[in-house]
């Protein structure tokens, strides 16, 4: 049971860590990114030939691959996003055009890499460490940990500081924020950096779990934005305790029904939040256009 | 109205052009013989795809170097099905109908093989299937031109048994997914544990692509078995080779066997040290020992392969399946050699007079009963860690 | 149009003959998939609700038809309208948790769904057949399997029936309800639509052509197996609409032809084939919105022409022959409305006199549109009571409340853009149609009666409006002045008993006012009550029997005009007043 638990809270991360680069992301453009789950395998696959191809230390590796994706976000914002100007709210065409650069991703990720799962070092090593009876990996703390800081770096800057209001006004209207001397521009562009660097990152701790290839992200970058929603899109204390119950909530239900369903019970979680409370967890004022 | 009528027009214009191209017979060089091969080329399985594709492009080389098939040039043509029964059949009809071929290798999946055996059944076309191991697919009454080189599930796992019990170990344990294939292994195996009056120490199942292995592994070691037999895509053998890691459970402490793709080279990889003494089976041909280091022709194939697919490139490579799909390309050689014939029927009866062809992978018989080339009696343990130009160590008891 | 059609449809019928069987096969899937398209598309393209989950729905009708054949001996005939229903009420189970919400949260609602059915349909072996599949047997027809060509002909046949369904329904009060819905929810509820019931209709809809897809399939393929319904199917189908052109009856046509047989001819290609899709989706959302349909339209611009009716009415305006007990059209006692901690407004009460104009007036941010959300049921005051020809108002939705009676135009103007100007105003009658779907869908009589009685209206009111020349414009290319006379020609389409008038008089020039005041006035000749929002207060004075005025949420002053004209605390609160006159 207990390492159940530690399974659940560990994928939880994962999740959270998604979550929280999606809430950057909707915190500043009131969209969400359905392409970052590919931005994450980006980051795991750049980490592949950083540190198992190239040979530089796995926090060297990180930091470059950090900055690699980050670049792929911002491209992804001037190709899918930015052509939409002010009007996001008026069409689903961003939905789109995130949708498909997923693919390309994807697809060209198989065409450089092949399709095969690798193996990714972890954190730490492969030692395993024995903690009240339980071995675990040093990188499982590492995970948790990471995400943990991670939360408390968003929570901190979007809801405490002066720039967190700017990212966010940013969202509520452009227009005004403009007036006010804000670079509505730099602030996206800052995001999507930070949404992208977050990916990178998330695509380093999962790696070693699921083996690093161009299909790893595909079921988890769903879960990322079922944990999102769940905990409160616009909330990053929402993206971090969503992704943690989300985690715990599927290695729960392993235990209950055949495995093969776990899938299907997180998706379901998700469409009985939206239907229920789109808000998510974190009550944060959900916008219907009225 | 005008302008509507202009653009009416076009439409049907292009419609027209598109049904004529339709037609067309497609520009095929006087007199060749013509192989296709629909496998997954894309997608998460696509190495299955690209094993399939290197083993008929090195055979087809090979034969038209000898002369071809009855004088005739070779070649082959691909197509991707990405393990999508509807496609396969779409394609494979293109294949019979459009690009007119003589005779079929593959599919990669075995899904895909179901949907299109019944068509290549009622065309009449000769299939060699080099990979696909589900049971159901080979049945000289269904699908008479139907022939497999690679072994199959069910055999595999009498296999296992078998040798699990003649090496004296008393306590099996046997781990599979919840898959149609995993249960049916189960049955297969629980048959031959039965007439021998033992029963396995445990059935451990998982779901497959299941991320945390742990549960299984604790159900595996709490059942204390001597030997642990795993039916495991491999993936997923990665992962609970990993978990059982971590609880400590690995050869020497318990004997680990598990079936054909724990000997792909991506699987050991991926599993890491996790790995270590585990062992696997293959086809006797594909192997080498401490004091035999194989067929010459094989050795001297599974070098020029090496060759050709250097380093990274040749990562995700199976040798054995390569083999496989090599002999299939073969085996259609010399069915049309040995019946002079490009008759489906002359072949069929030709290819089941075999009762003993070398190949690259193992030797082959088939029968008008048997359309199986391979059976347990050609498979040895083997210890996929140890490769040498991508064959296996035997391990001797 | 037809001429295109009938050539077409002689294409299809003559392409066994001329074509190889496997390319017939191509052919017969894209048409199968057509038929689902289509109905993705009212969904989709009409209704504006993205949906990502039909491959779900797909594969629900698909093992419907195989399990009731393969298990129970159902023959296809039997099968094909099973598969439907089952389809059809997955639709309602998928529909119905979107209907509060929309956009992203309503495309992961649809992603999920199908991840759950794929999910079911390989973990349910006992039912499915597993990830190994499912056989299905043949159809049979008097004891002679169907053959191949006889399925493209089936294919063929069920698909225009589709297209003829699609097209009625399209054509009709239904079709324009979708439309409206996508355009502008918030007006489409206004004019009596019911939000809940058209999508669940159009989910439905949709979900029943991929049920009769995914059962024809099936029955086509003799095995079924759970490779074949995955998300990207759902993304590939969404993507034949958008390359085609959303929201029009031909866009799924190429779309869908072309995304199936194109590739056939570009297997060189095939390893880049979803890439090419990835960037299909992004260049075609970004530089052709509207699809090919869309870029044909542009070039060679639809020159849609609305005919004028056999007869045009000179009294459009609908009569109202209610006669009052009370003498009260509306009664509001005590309203309070809070937004957070703001008190927009406080503890007013009200009432209008029937067959009156009763005009509001009161400084910017006084609360006025406010209380018009409030009658119409948009917003639901805190506190107090609203009657409408003595029925409790509050708590109703605004399709309810418009049916009842209310009709309403907006301060900021709430067109459907994408319809024309004539199907703008056929959208305010909507209440006035009786007819159900099936009725629709096969024309009768009686439908094309409504029909016609609808344009005729429509177009008389447009008439009187001095707007007629412009009928088969879109709505958005009309002068701000003439959008308001739209939008009053939508409402009294309606045939309210109360008309609310948010700021008709924004924007218009002189002649336009001086025509709005006539246009008033005969409204309230008649029996229609006119309650009037307006800055313009020469014309309030002219126009009202009764004047309230509103500051900071509470009524400051009421009576006739004259009266509230001099009184001291309105002077007050307009202190400057000029800035008013200028909106």
């Known amino acids: 049971m207990p390492e159940l638990l530690i399974s659940g809270l560990v994928m939880g991360s994962i999740y959270a860590l998604l979550a929280l680069a999606i809430n950057i992301i909707y915190s500043t453009t009131g969209i969400i990114n359905f392409a970052h789950g590919e931005l994450v395998m980006l980051g795991g696959m750049f980490g592949l030939v950083l540190v198992v191809n190239i040979g530089l230390p796995l926090v060297v590796g990180i930091v470059v691959a950090g900055g690699i994706v980050a670049v792929f976000a911002i491209l992804l914002y001037y190709s899918t996003i930015k052509p939409f100007g002010d009007n996001l709210g008026g069409s689903l065409g961003w939905l789109m055009a995130t949708l498909g650069a997923g693919i390309i991703f994807r697809n060209v990720a198989m065409l450089i890499w092949g399709s095969h799962p690798r193996p990714f070092p972890p954190l730490g090593g492969s030692e395993l460490i024995n903690i009240f009876g339980v071995n675990i990996l040093q990188h499982e703390i590492w995970v948790l940990v990471i995400t943990l800081l991670i939360a408390i770096f968003f929570n901190v800057v979007l809801d405490k500081t002066i720039l967190g209001s700017a990212i966010k006004a940013t969202a509520s209207n452009r227009n005004t924020t403009r007036l006010m001397g804000i670079s509505a521009e730099k602030m996206v562009l800052a995001c999507f950096g930070m949404s992208g660097a977050v990916a990178a990152v998330a695509g380093f701790l999962i790696s070693p779990i699921t083996f690093a290839g161009p299909e790893m992200t595909v079921s988890i970058g769903l879960k990322g934005f079922g944990a999102a929603i769940i905990g409160g899109l616009g909330s990053s204390r929402g993206a971090f305790v969503g992704g943690l119950i989300l985690g715990i909530l599927e290695a729960l239900s392993m235990t209950v029904v055949t495995p093969g369903y776990k899938d299907a019970i997180v998706f379901l979680v998700m469409i009985l939040t939206i239907t229920i409370k789109p808000e998510g967890i974190f009550n944060v004022t959900y916008e219907k256009k009225v | ?397 | 149009m037809w001429l295109i059609a009938g050539i077409a449809v002689l294409a299809f019928l003559l392409a066994p003959a001329v074509v190889e069987s496997y390319f017939l096969r191509i052919v017969s899937l894209a048409l199968m998939y057509l038929i689902l398209t289509t109905g993705l598309n009212i969904i989709a393209g009409y209704t504006g609700q993205v949906s990502l989950g039909q491959a779900g729905l797909y594969g629900i009708g698909a093992y419907t038809g195989a399990i009731l054949a393969a298990k129970l001996g159902m023959p296809f005939w039997l099968c094909l309208p099973a598969a439907m229903a089952v389809s059809g009420l997955f639709g309602l189970v998928l529909g119905a948790p979107t209907l509060k919400v929309s956009g992203h949260y309503l495309a992961l609602i649809t992603i999920g769904f199908g991840v759950i059915v794929e999910k079911i349909l390989v973990e349910w072996q006992s039912l499915t057949g597993g990830p190994m599949g499912l056989a299905v047997p043949a159809v049979t027809f008097f004891g002679h399997t169907l053959s191949e060509q006889g399925f493209y002909y089936l294919s063929l046949g069920l698909c225009i029936l589709t297209l003829w369904i699609t097209n009625n329904i399209i054509h009709s009060y239904f079709g324009r309800a979708f439309s409206a819905i996508r355009d502008n929810e918030l007006a489409a509820s206004c004019m009596g639509i019911n939000l809940t019931r058209y999508k669940l209709l159009a989910f439905v809809l949709s979900a029943v052509f991929a049920g009769a897809a995914g059962c024809l399939y099936a029955f086509y393929s003799a095995f079924i197996s759970p490779d074949s319904f995955s998300f990207s199917l759902s993304i590939f189908f969404l993507l034949t609409i958008i390359v085609g052109g959303a929201g029009t009856i031909v866009g799924p046509i190429i779309g869908t032809l072309l995304l199936v047989i194109l590739p056939e001819y570009l297997h060189f290609l095939d390893k880049h084939r979803l890439t090419i899709y990835g960037a299909l989706l992004i260049v075609s959302v970004i530089g052709m919105p509207q699809g090919i349909v869309g870029a044909i339209r542009k070039k060679f611009p639809r020159i849609i022409n609305f005919m004028p009716p056999a007869e045009v009415s000179h009294h459009p305006i609908p009569r109202n022959t209610d006669n009052y007990s009370t003498g009260n059209i509306l009664e509001m006692q005590n309203v309070t409305k809070r937004f957070g901690g703001l008190k927009a407004i406080d503890n007013f009460s009200m009432t209008i006199k029937s067959k009156t104009v009763h005009s509001l007036i009161g400084p910017n941010g006084a609360g006025k549109s406010t209380l018009i959300n409030i009658i119409n049921g948009v917003y639901h005051p805190d506190e107090g009571k609203v009657t409408f020809r003595q029925k409790d108002l509050i708590g109703h939705k605004p399709d309810r409340i418009a049916l009842a009676g209310a009709g309403r135009t907006f301060q900021n103007v709430q067109l459907f853009r994408n319809l024309t100007v004539l199907e703008n105003v056929m959208v305010g009658g909507h209440g006035k149609h009786k007819i159900n779907i099936f009725t629709t869908i096969l024309r009768s009589k009686k439908a094309r009666e409504e029909e016609q009685r609808s344009y005729q209206q429509a177009w008389s009111l447009l008439k009187f409006m001095g707007i007629d020349d412009k009928v088969s414009e879109y709505a958005a290319s009309l002068s701000a002045g003439q959008q308001r006379l739209l939008e009053i020609a939508r409402a009294l389409a309606m045939e309210p008993k109360l008309l609310l008038l948010d700021e008709p008089a924004a924007g218009l020039n002189d002649t336009e006012i001086k025509q709005l005041m006539k246009i008033i006035k005969d409204i309230k000749e008649n029996g229609i009550t006119v309650f009037l929002i307006e800055h313009h207060i020469d014309f309030v004075m002219d126009v009202s029997d009764t004047v309230t005025v509103l500051n900071f949420g509470s009524k400051i002053a009421e009576g006739k005009p004259n009266e509230v004209q001099s009184n001291p605390d309105v002077i007050k609160a307009y202190l400057g007043t000029e800035e008013a006159d200028v909106c």
């Open chain 2, 1 to 397: 109205m005008k302008k509507k009528i202009v653009i009416s027009t076009l439409i049907m214009l292009s419609f027209l052009v598109m049904t004529v191209i339709g037609i067309s017979p497609s520009i095929a060089a006087e007199k060749e013989f013509l192989i296709g091969s629909v496998g997954c080329m894309s997608g998460p399985a696509a190495m299955l795809g690209k094993n399939l594709r290197i083993g008929v492009e090195f055979a087809v080389e090979e034969i038209n170097k000898t002369g071809g098939i009855n004088g005739m040039n070779v070649r082959a043509i691909f197509r991707d099905d990405e393990a999508d029964p509807t496609k396969a059949l779409t394609l494979v009809r293109e294949l019979v109908e459009k690009e007119k071929i003589h005779a079929f290798i593959g599919p990669t999946n075995t899904t895909c093989a179901i949907a299109i055996q019944p068509y290549l059944v009622a065309k009449k076309i000769i299939q060699l299937n080099g990979g696909t191991t589900g049971t159901v697919l080979i049945d000289p009454k269904g699908f008479p031109y139907s022939f497999r080189t690679h072994i199959n599930d069910k055999d595999q796992a009498i296999f296992l048994v078998k040798e699990a019990i003649a090496n004296g170990f008393k306590r099996i344990a046997v781990v599979h997914d919840t898959s149609a294939l995993g249960m049916g292994v189960q049955k297969d195996m629980k048959d031959v544990l039965d007439s021998h009056d033992m029963t396995a120490a445990t059935f451990a199942t998982y779901n497959a692509n299941d991320i945390d292995m742990l549960p299984v592994a604790r159900k595996l070691k709490s059942a204390d078995p001597d030997i642990i037999l795993m039916f495991t895509l491999m993936a997923d053998g990665a992962r609970l080779l990993k978990a059982m890691e971590r609880l400590d459970f690995l050869p020497p402490k318990v004997a680990i066997q598990g079936y054909a793709a724990t000997a792909l080279p991506i699987f050991r990889e991926l599993a890491g040290n996790a790995s270590k003494g585990v062992w696997s089976l293959a086809p006797y041909n594909s192997t080498y020992s401490k004091t035999d280091p194989g067929l010459p022709e094989v050795v001297a194939l599974a070098k020029k392969i090496e060759a050709a697919y250097p380093g990274d490139k040749g990562k995700d490579l199976n040798l054995f399946t390569i083999f496989s799909y090599y002999d299939c390309a073969q085996l259609v050689r010399v069915g049309v050699a040995r019946s002079k014939s490009l008759e489906a029927d002359q072949i069929k009866a030709a290819l089941e007079s075999l009762d003993s062809y070398e190949g690259a992978q193992a030797n082959y018989s088939f029968s008008s009963t048997d359309h199986e080339g391979l059976d347990p009696s050609k498979l040895v343990t083997v210890d996929a860690n140890q490769l040498k130009h991508g064959m296996y160590l035997r391990v001797e008891k």
